[in-house]
Nanobody, 122 residues
Framework: QLQLVESGGGLVQPGGSLRLSCAAS????????IGWFRQAPGKEREGVSW????????YYADSVKGRFTASKDNARNAVYLQMSTLKPEDTAVYYC???????????????WGQGTQVTVSS
């Protein structure tokens, strides 16, 4: 069974950058769609991006377009989310998830990581 583990979160100042990693085990990433989601305290979970492991196509929510970039490394069985020009409103727990539909709806995803905290504050 596919397992996902996120890493790379932390505290960063506004305008700074972070790169999140999503490492897969138990199965090879080949045809999946990997989605990135975030949930801030008191708010619903929000889809921010997805990437197709098979062809590398990507999609971004308007809130992060131009600032976040998803990428994949098939050799490492991992997916990444490069986050730049971070804002305080990006503060949230970030999750990666695997599914087979190109969607930002969390109900379309089957396997989930445990999340990593990103805090943007001066």
């Amino acid at each position: 069974q596919l397992q996902l583990v996120e890493s790379g979160g932390g505290l960063v100042q506004p305008g700074g950058s972070l790169r999140l990693s999503c490492a897969a085990s138990g199965s090879t990433l080949d045809k999946q769609i990997i989605g990135w989601f975030r949930q801030a305290p008191g708010k619903e979970r929000e889809g921010v991006s997805w990437i197709s492991v098979s062809d590398g196509s990507t999609y971004y929510a308007d809130s992060v377009k131009g600032r976040f970039t998803a990428s994949k490394d098939n050799a490492r069985n991992a997916v990444y989310l490069q986050m730049s020009t971070l804002k305080p409103e990006d503060t949230a727990v970030y999750y990666c998830a695997a599914g087979f539909r190109m969607s930002l709806l969390d109900t379309m995803y089957i396997y989930w990581g445990q999340g990593t905290q990103v805090t943007v504050s001066s």
